[in-house]
């Protein structure tokens, strides 16, 4: 029982959880799109997030401890690094077009965790732009859209039509709700300047602004040239999954509600769509 737990913590604090998180909107998109199963760009978004992820939030504790990493770092340090090895691999397998869009989440991914900036910008000493009160939750949306929708569609040569357009603001509001409950999860140990937006309008308005992002979310859907019954459906499903997380979030959460539920949402949305085609 013991390993088990120590084998779901690992998988959890080691990024794998989020990145088949990312992998399946990525896959998401494709389905959407009638577009076949593209091994490269999924494999790549899949260990790019896990390197990514693990170098923003381990950069600081590997810099200021290398000399006395903990086993668990030291094992993530080094899972994370044949992830990078893997996702360099799948990155020369895709089109160039592709590589300059990763060129530039990858900037942006890099700037949110290195210190570049002047000090008066910067709520702490850190000076990267994670430390920007009120801007992180953008930038994550941001990333995830643009990887998730532009990249796919973009390795396969799929024009950027207003139907992709829509399908990249959706994720964008998407991904910024299933922040919120990690966000009110926080409260007990963000700084102030953090400037999040429970922070700046409380946990009930929070919620309430949530709700009303996921009904632009799915209401978008109407807007696009081609939908179908079913799509609408397995939309709404997960429109009202996301919505009772989301209302049911609070500050005292179990410890997996975020991290392993709440991130397991896109997961759940590419299993619908796999069952249903």
């Known amino acids: 029982m013991r390993l088990i737990k120590q084998l779901f913590s690992f998988y959890i604090n080691s990024s794998i959880h989020v990145a088949l998180s990312v992998f399946s909107l990525t896959w ?26 693990n170098f923003v939030k381990y ?16 094992a993530i340090q080094i899972f994370s ?32 965790a290195i ?3 002047p000090k008066h910008l910067f709520l702490d000493k850190q000076h990267n732009l994670r430390s920007i009160g ?11 859209s643009g990887v998730t929708v532009i990249l796919p569609l973009m390795n396969q040569g799929y ?29 007990r140990y963000d700084s102030l300047k953090l400037s999040t937006i429970p922070q700046k309008i409380g ?21 696009k040239d081609e939908i179908t019954f079913l799509s609408m459906f397995i939309l ?23 991290a392993f539920w709440v991130e397991g949402i896109p997961i759940i949305w590419l299993i619908l769509l796999l069952l249903s085609t």
């Open 115 to 117: 210190p570049f900036l």
């Open 28 to 53: 998401i998109t494709l389905i959407e799109y009638h577009l076949l199963y593209d091994e490269n760009v999924l494999y790549f978004v899949f260990y790019a997030t896990i390197t990514g992820y």
């Open 236 to 258: 709404l499903a997960i429109t009202i999954v996301t919505g009772l997380f989301l209302m049911f979030s609070k500050v005292e959460q179990t410890s997996y509600y975020s």
């Open 134 to 144: 009120g801007l992180k939750i953008y930038l994550i949306a941001l990333v995830w």
């Open 203 to 223: 946990v009930k308005q929070t919620k309430t602004i949530g709700v009303l992002m996921l009904i632009l979310f799915f209401f978008l859907e109407l807007f």
């Open 159 to 187: 024009s950027i039509s207003n139907d992709v357009i829509i399908t990249a603001v959706q994720r964008y509001l998407f991904i910024i709700i299933l922040m919120f409950p990690f966000e009110i999860r926080d409260l």
């Open 59 to 74: 950069f600081g504790v590997a810099k200021f401890h290398h000399r006395s990493l903990a086993t668990w770092l030291k």
């Open 81 to 112: 690094f044949f992830c990078f090895v893997l996702m360099s691999y799948y990155a020369f397998q895709l089109e160039k077009n592709t590589l300059i869009g990763i060129t530039i989440f990858g900037v942006v991914t890099f700037l949110y």
